[in-house]
């Protein structure tokens, strides 16, 4: 019986002030529960930055990981019982580049029925042909790995994140709309004063 794929990707959820919010909370954990429904092998691959890990800034290490099951520990919960029925693959993105450096991170989320693969890429095979997945944080040069694994090798985007919009969360509470969500879409991170100028100006 072939298996059955389900991708998600760029979640980006927790960071510091309003990123503890997650605005698609009640669609996450209703999807994982129809999940756990599946007739067959299925599998869910979460194909990177599924936490906003960058956007701690308080906390460091394993430390991130455990905020975050603090601050969501009813989707980790659904993560637990979906995990039970289907087979939940974990690859890490820029913004949670941290679960690819700690092997920590492996024991802790499998207790959640998670399972982490640090790598840059993973691959499955579909109808008879091999399909390549990542998250494809190397092909962009402000956000590209220099040595993958390595906890002390950030690219120039988690300087951006982690001290502009990172810190940005503890006074985000101040400003018009939910304009620190909105700027973590603006890409490529040149187009920012444009993005703040059409906001602002």
């Given amino acids: 019986m072939s298996t059955e794929y389900y991708f998600i990707s760029d979640l980006h959820i927790g960071g510091d002030g309003a990123l503890r919010e997650c605005d698609f909370m009640d669609e996450l954990p209703t999807f994982l529960q129809e999940l756990e429904h599946q007739k067959g092998a299925a599998e869910l691959i979460i194909n990177g930055d599924a936490f906003g890990l960058w956007e701690f800034t308080s906390v460091e290490g394993m430390t991130k990981l455990e905020t975050l099951i603090d601050q969501q520990s009813a989707l980790f919960e659904q993560f637990k019982a979906t995990g039970t029925q289907i087979k939940i693959t974990l690859m890490a993105g820029n913004h949670d580049y941290e679960l690819a450096c700690y092997p920590e991170f492996i024991d802790r989320l499998k207790e ?65 709309d939910n304009w620190l969500k909105d700027i973590q879409s603006v890409a490529s991170l040149k187009d920012i004063p444009s993005w703040m100028s059409s906001n602002y100006f």
Avoid: C
């Avoid at 579909?126 to 090798?153: L, S, T």
């Fill in 112 to 176: 959640f029925n998670i399972h982490l693969v640090p790598e840059i890429a993973i691959t499955r095979e579909v109808a008879g042909q091999k399909i390549w997945i990542e998250h494809g944080m190397q092909h962009d040069e402000n956000n590209r790995m220099p040595d993958f694994g390595n906890p002390y090798a950030q690219p120039f985007g988690y300087h951006i994140t982690s001290r502009i919009v990172g810190t940005a969360g503890k006074v985000s509470d101040f400003g018009k």
